[in-house]
């Protein structure tokens, strides 16, 4: 491969892993009268990668590559795209976009202090055109929202993943409502408090038992857990502590490291290049979802962890049986707010996100009509009726800064993790019993195996397709469900 090639990727892996640094400082530690100073901080950085990615030099390297072997050949690969995406959108659009999110950002705020919808709804307005424009400049074959989503999820198209999720609809409401049918888990945590060192202390002993290398990462707080970091030796989760709420810091813990693990195990040859990332947001969410509720909320885990949690915890907790706690760790409930419903509800929420997106994009939504029509599919999909924007509209930052095309990516991870779960327990028959005992380095060692260490070398659902026999598909994840909650509830 051509030398100025390598370094200019090197580069920009750099470049990147600093706005990851940044990034991670400013949701961390940043004292409050430095935001201003890191705003501008991370736009020179950016702009700095945007200069080196678009190049001129850099066309007439790629043009010039002769790529060795399967590895320089995906680098290649994933690097044109990047670049060419990057050479397709006007810098007068991504200057304006730039404008127009941190108005929507604002305006966002401003509506939610209010409940009121109609104070977002003209800087909604105006991402939306932006973005429409931007889908147009990276081109697509009549389906805008195609272009956006090829931004989280290389490859996928509205065409295939429309009647993924209106199945996923169809299969789910049932279940949830043979799952309300029986008694509710009793409320095991009321008028209880958690002391949030002794939560910290067990977080830290979730993420060594997972396998998390603290010599290449660590934990801190902020308030919207995620992980980031600037590469796979540095790699950076945060969790939140709630007195009151016990298992938030649980499971997000156990979510945040699935993610760690999988930035922690891309392949060391990898390093500084474009295959040191996971080729989609999908598949990412997918290692955080298998820890978090296949093996975060399974019995088995619980088994070797519910004594440890206990003995923090035994003044809140003696007495209290696995079963109840496992009960109340996959309690179901029809709910508004998306970041804290459970497995079963979950994908409707996004079904429902996904539906209003794509209507916004093809035009066939007016921005007015999307508080309405937000609280119509509330009540078609999940039953409820919105009593303010806060519980509606208003809840997810992501239309604030005009990121349409990254709900579906959520639901994508949760089909995913089932069929890789499906592919690791018929390759390790003994699992179960290993998490169980608390050994959690097989469940590690497969993902590390068959997802991890190929990073960007092929996309997503090749790289799923690889490990479990299937592309993507709802099977798994709705036998997953009806086993689990079948036992759980007696359905
Ligand atoms: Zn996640």
Do not use: C
Not at 69 to 96: I, N, Q, S, T, Y
Not at 335 to 353: G, P
């Amino acid at each position: 491969m051509n030398p100025h090639l390598l370094t200019r990727m090197q580069e920009l892996r750099d470049l990147s892993g600093l706005v990851g640094l940044a990034s991670w400082d400013q949701e961390t530690y940043l004292p409050r009268k430095a935001e201003a100073l890191r705003a501008s901080q991370l736009a020179t950085i950016q702009g700095l990668y945007h200069e080196r990615l678009v190049d001129p030099r850099v066309g007439d390297w790629l043009d010039a590559a002769r790529p060795e072997g399967r590895d320089e050949v995906a680098m290649v690969r994933v690097f044109r795209h990047e670049r060419e995406r990057a050479l397709k959108v006007p810098g007068a659009l991504v200057k304006a976009l730039a404008e127009a999110q941190s108005k929507g950002l604002s305006a966002w705020r401003e509506a939610r202090a209010h409940r009121d919808y109609a104070r977002f709804e003209p800087a909604l307005r105006a991402l939306l055109a932006l973005r429409r424009e931007q889908a147009d400049a990276w081109g697509h074959g009549g389906e805008r929202y195609d272009a956006l989503l090829e931004g989280f999820e290389p490859g996928m198209r509205v065409a295939r993943l429309s009647p993924v999720l209106t199945a996923l609809r169809q299969k789910l409401t049932p279940l949830v409502q043979a799952i309300e049918a029986r008694a509710p888990p009793r409320r095991l945590f009321e008028g209880k408090t958690f002391d949030p060192e002794a939560q910290w202390a067990f977080t830290l002993e979730l993420l060594d038992a997972m396998g998390f290398d603290s010599e290449a990462g660590r934990q801190d707080r902020s308030t919207h857990p995620f992980t980031g970091g600037t590469g796979p030796t540095d790699v950076r989760l945060t969790t939140r502590l709630f007195p009151e709420l016990p298992l938030s810091s649980v499971f997000s813990t156990i979510h945040e490291g699935g993610h760690g693990l999988y930035e922690q195990g891309f392949d060391a040859a990898h390093a500084r290049t474009p295959l040191a990332q996971a080729p989609s947001m999908g598949l990412h969410e997918s290692q955080s979802r298998l820890w978090e509720n296949i093996v975060g909320r399974s019995r088995g885990f619980w088994q070797h962890f519910y004594p440890r949690y206990q003995r923090r915890f035994s003044a809140q907790l003696d007495g209290v049986p696995l079963d109840d706690f496992l009960r109340e760790v996959n309690r179901v409930e029809r709910s508004f707010i998306r970041v804290e419903a459970d497995e079963v509800t979950y994908n409707l929420h996004i079904v429902l996100r996904y539906e209003l997106e794509l209507r916004l994009l093809r035009g066939a939504l007016d921005p007015k009509d999307l508080s309405d029509a937000w609280n119509e599919q509330t009540k078609a999909l999940l039953g409820l009726t919105v009593s303010h924007p806060g519980e509606g509209v208003l809840q997810d930052i992501h239309w604030a800064w005009g990121e349409f095309g990254y709900f579906p990516t959520y639901a994508l991870g949760n089909l995913y993790s089932a069929s890789l779960w499906r592919a690791l327990r018929a390759a390790l028959p003994d699992v179960d019993d290993a998490v169980a005992a608390g050994d959690l380095a097989p469940v590690r060692g497969w993902l590390r195996a068959h997802v991890h260490r190929h990073g960007f070398l092929d996309d997503a659902e090749t790289v799923v397709r690889n490990a479990t026999g299937a592309g993507l598909t709802d099977e798994d994840f709705i036998s997953y469900l009806q086993v689990k909650y079948a036992a759980l509830y007696g359905i």
